[in-house]
Structure formats: C-alpha cells, structure tokens
C-alpha cells in the first residue's frame, strides 16, 4: 500500500503552544478572566480535551475549542473556532469527574478555584 500524500505538513507548518486562557462564567454569572488550569491539569492549548459521542472517543486539542458548556452532570458542549459544536460525555473532563478550574488573574497572586458544578460557560481566547 501506498500512504503517500505528498507534501506533507512540516514542524514549522504548525504553531507553537501557549498557555491557556479565557473567561470561566460561574455561579449566578460571577465572570473570571485569565490563565486557564482546565480540570486541574491541562493548561497548554496543545493539550487535549476528552469526551465521547455515539461510542467514538474524542480527543480535541484545546487550540481548536472556543468554548465549553457544561449540560447536565455527565456531559458538556464543545463548539469549536471553526463554528460546529459537539455534545460530548463520558470522560473526566466533560463530565461530573471533572476537578474543576483554576483562573489566575492578570494581577497576580492566588487562583479563583470554580468547581465544575459551578461553571456555566468556558470561553477560550484564540
């Protein structure tokens, strides 16, 4: 078998990671904005979120989420910078396992902690 495909992408061809960041919508609307700890342990947009729909596992690298809604206890939707979105569940970080977030202002000092069963809404800056 052939697996060629021709020119094929390059290391330069792909962006260098970043630290996470956005804006966590918590309880009653309180707003943090920030440097992103997502479930405690992911906070590199080369990082990848995991979930699953219809029995197919996901794994979605935190570059390409715009944002991430939490519904229910055992999944959240996830819309994606190029429009669609996705319902996924299963998983420790679309589901109740999660660990919740960490937002480390721009000022300094310790970490605003939002529970998972407090967040509303995850915005991703680009």
Do not use: H, Q
């Amino acid at each position: 078998a052939d697996f060629s495909a021709g020119a094929l992408p390059g290391y330069d061809d792909f962006p260098a990671g970043k630290r996470l960041a956005g804006t966590v919508t918590g309880a009653k609307g309180r707003t943090y904005r920030g440097r992103i700890v997502f479930d405690l342990d992911e906070s590199e947009t080369w990082e990848l979120l995991n979930g699953e729909r219809d029995g197919i596992e996901y794994l979605i690298p935190f570059s390409k989420i715009a944002s991430i809604v939490p519904r229910g206890w055992d999944r959240s939707a996830v819309r994606l910078r190029d429009g669609s979105e996705i319902e996924l569940e299963g998983g420790t970080d679309v589901g109740s396992d999660n660990a919740g977030v960490l937002v480390y202002s721009d000022s300094g000092g310790r970490p605003d902690y939002v529970a998972w069963d407090d967040v509303e809404r995850i915005e991703f800056e680009p």
